[in-house]
């Protein structure tokens, strides 16, 4: 048993920067609209499930990372709460391509890209427009500058 108890104890220690990679991955703080919800208050369920930009509902809100989050039905309410890591927008929800520029910025909730299975959000359609140039490149350099902009919030 004492052997089996040092196992697990292992295997936590060489799993634990992962997990705290993939937590860092979406490490807020996020950004909220002057209402104080995430997202200008679209639901971030929405742009996976339905493939569109669409209004959030105050009464199905949720708390998460400080911020509040709006969605448009129950369920979508609840499939965030149970994986909101899967959901929540890149780089604290600020544009995507203003963080690969090294700075933050807000966002129209029309102009977003979902890429490898992750939500990027621009600050307006023709920010967009730019951001699909170069996706790949845009992402590497946000990705390289997104810590230090994230400290700085």
């Known amino acids: 048993m004492r052997e089996f108890s040092r196992l697990v104890m292992l ?22 609209s002057f209402l104080g919800t995430a997202a200008e208050g679209y639901d971030v369920v929405a742009y996976f499930t339905l493939g569109k930009a669409v209004e959030g509902k105050s009464e199905f809100s949720h708390e998460w990372q400080d911020v509040t989050w709006h969605f448009s039905s129950a369920e ?9 890591l899967a959901y929540a927008p890149k780089y604290g929800g600020y544009c ?26 621009n600050y ?5 427009s730019t951001w699909a140039k170069d996706i790949s490149g845009y992402i590497a350099s946000a990705e390289q500058k997104w810590p230090q902009i994230r400290s700085g919030l």
């Open 96 to 121: 995507a391509y203003a963080v690969s520029q090294g700075y933050t910025a807000g966002i129209d909730p029309l102009a977003w890209t979902i890429v490898d299975g992750k939500l990027y959000l």
């Open 11 to 32: 295997g936590l220690l060489i799993c634990l920067p992962y997990v705290q990679a993939n937590a860092n991955d979406h490490a807020g703080p996020y950004r909220s």
């Open 124 to 128: 307006s359609k023709s920010v967009q």
């Open 76 to 84: 979508h309410r609840d499939q965030f709460a149970a994986d909101p």
